[in-house]
């Protein structure tokens, strides 16, 4: 069964930087795009960017544009997420998916594969 794996989250200061790491695992896995979400205490999962492999296009959500960097290798099947002046709004679990259905890669329902998540802590 394919399997997602998130790594590299934590705690760190406001402004400062952490990078999340997402690796699939199990039989033959193939995705055209991969995503990342994430989750706050009390809030709905929310968008926060997204690669296609196909195109190499990226999209972000607009609170993150201009500090996050996703990157991803196809033929491994990983993703990146570079986050830089890192904010207390930022705080949440952080979710990698793969497997959409559709190409609207923005929405958390297209996507048939998640990981378990990883907590990133931004201090003030």
């Known amino acids: 069964q394919a399997q997602l794996v998130e790594s590299g989250g934590g705690l760190v200061q406001a402004g400062g930087s952490l990078r999340l790491s997402c690796a699939a695992s199990?039989?033959?896995?193939?995705?055209?795009?991969m995503a990342w979400f994430r989750q706050a205490p009390g809030k709905e999962r929310e968008f926060v960017a997204a690669?296609?492999?196909?195109?190499?296009?990226?999209y972000y959500a607009d609170s993150v544009k201009g500090r996050f960097t996703i990157s991803g290798e196809s033929a491994e099947n990983t993703v990146y997420l570079q986050m830089d002046k890192l904010k207390p709004e930022d705080t949440a679990v952080y979710y990698c998916?793969?497997?959409?259905?559709?190409?609207?890669?923005?929405?958390?329902?297209?996507?048939?594969?998640w990981g378990q998540g990883t907590q990133v802590t931004v201090s003030a």
């Open positions: 998916a793969a497997h959409p259905s559709r190409r609207e890669l923005t929405l958390s329902a297209v996507y048939g594969t």
């Open positions: 690669v296609s492999f196909n195109s190499g296009a990226t």
């Open positions: 199990g039989r033959t896995f193939s995705t055209f795009a």
